[in-house]
């Protein structure tokens, strides 16, 4: 069984940064595709950016692009999500997400963390 475990949340104020990181207990074929995603109460889960083990190829939701940076660090079995320039509207539950590429065919996401929560103050 693969375990995700994300850490980094935390209060910050509008303008700041903040890095999260997402642990993997494993790599494996069934993790070779990462992400993270985010919500708040009453919205759907949301996309914000994903990377591959493999060549590091990745890839961002509009609304974070030149404010995160997403990034793996193989010898550590870790994924970060660097965010900068952080807005009110980024706040949120922040979750670590890992896929196959097969699954990636699917549209959908095999593991997922328990979250980290970010919140930024105007």
């Known amino acids: 069984q693969v375990q995700l475990v994300e850490s980094g949340g935390g209060l910050v104020q509008a303008g700041g940064s903040l890095r999260l990181s997402c642990a993997v207990s494993r790599r494996t074929f069934s993790t070779a595709i990462m992400g993270w995603f985010r919500q708040t109460p009453g919205k759907e889960r949301e996309f914000v950016a994903t990377?591959?083990?493999?060549?590091?190829?990745?890839d961002y939701a509009e609304s974070v692009k030149g404010r995160f940076t997403i990034s793996r660090d193989s010898a550590k079995n870790t994924v970060y999500l660097e965010m900068n320039s952080l807005k009110p509207e980024d706040t949120a539950v922040y979750y670590c997400a890992a896929r196959s590429p097969v699954t990636a065919g699917r549209g959908t996401w095999d593991y997922w963390g328990q979250g980290t929560r970010v919140t930024v103050s105007s």
């Open positions: 990377i591959r083990w493999a060549d590091g190829a990745y």
